[in-house]
T-cell receptor, first 115, second 114 residues
Framework: AQKVTQAQTEISVVEKEDVTLDCVYE???????LFWYKQPPSGELVFLIR??????QNEISGRYSWNFQKSTSSFNFTITASQVVDSAVYFC????????????FGTGTSLTVIP | DVKVTQSSRYLVKRTGEKVFLECVQD?????MFWYRQDPGLGLRLIYF???????EKGDIPEGYSVSREKKERFSLILESASTNQTSMYLC???FGQGPYNEQFFGPGTRLTVL
């Protein structure tokens, strides 16, 4: 069973629009961490954020914000006022205390921002 | 800055060839990982290593082996390359034990097996 689901395969938005990337996870562990990575066309995954299972505070970093809701097992990522440089594939990932360092990645969402 | 480097960005091999993909990290990380990335399937873990000479199978180890003789280097080996191993291969590393630490990725090797 897929532990991390990113139902949106591809999204296109016009520059300056807001966009939300969805991530739903599944775990029986009480201690776990959620991550978002960005993969630009160059190919290298870049770490964006980490959240632990005990901290449900939303996080904002510039135009990026993350909404973590344990009740719905979701960790969604919103880009405000999107820019062409935001075009990339975005991955959500889960790691669990029980399985240590192993990450479970979603299938990714390809975001295209149209100028 | 953490740097993970991979020996090639692009590689073309023939069916049946033995293929070596090399990964080197410069931050003294204990953990190293090999993933393959395919459209619609995301990243799938092939093998990982927690320490020198130690290895653990990931989700799709069939057709692959690994070697970690030095802490900074983790090699992925395709003993006899097949066309279904055409893919993007990503190496990653992380520090310490436990689920907290983010993984740092290399630029990837796009392997084509003809």
């Amino acid at each position: 069973a897929q532990k991390v689901t990113q139902a949106q395969t591809e999204i296109s938005v016009v520059e300056k629009e807001d966009v939300t990337l969805d991530c739903v996870y599944e775990t029986r562990d009480t201690t776990y961490y959620l991550f978002w990575y960005k993969q630009p066309p160059s190919g290298e995954l870049v770490f964006l954020i980490r959240r632990n299972s005990f901290d449900e505070q939303n996080e904002i970093s510039g135009r990026y914000s993350w909404n973590f809701q344990k009740s719905t097992s979701s960790f969604n990522f919103t880009i405000t006022a999107s820019q062409v440089v935001d075009s990339a594939v975005y991955f959500c990932a889960l790691s669990e205390a029980l399985t240590g360092n192993q990450f479970y990645f979603g299938t990714g969402t390809s975001l295209t921002v149209i100028p | 800055d953490v740097k993970v480097t991979q020996s090639s960005r692009y590689l073309v091999k023939r069916t049946g060839e033995k293929v070596f993909l090399e990964c080197v990290q410069d931050m003294d990380h204990e953990n190293m990982f090999w993933y393959r990335q395919d459209p619609g399937l995301g990243l799938r873990l092939i093998y990982f290593s927690y320490d020198v000479k130690m290895k653990e199978k990931g989700d799709i180890p069939e057709g692959y082996s690994v070697s970690r003789e030095k802490k900074e280097r983790f090699s992925l080996i395709l003993e006899s390359a097949s066309t279904n191993q055409t893919s993007m291969y990503l190496c990653a590393s992380s520090f310490g034990q436990g689920p907290y630490n983010e993984q740092f990725f290399g630029p990837g090797t796009r392997l084509t097996v003809l």
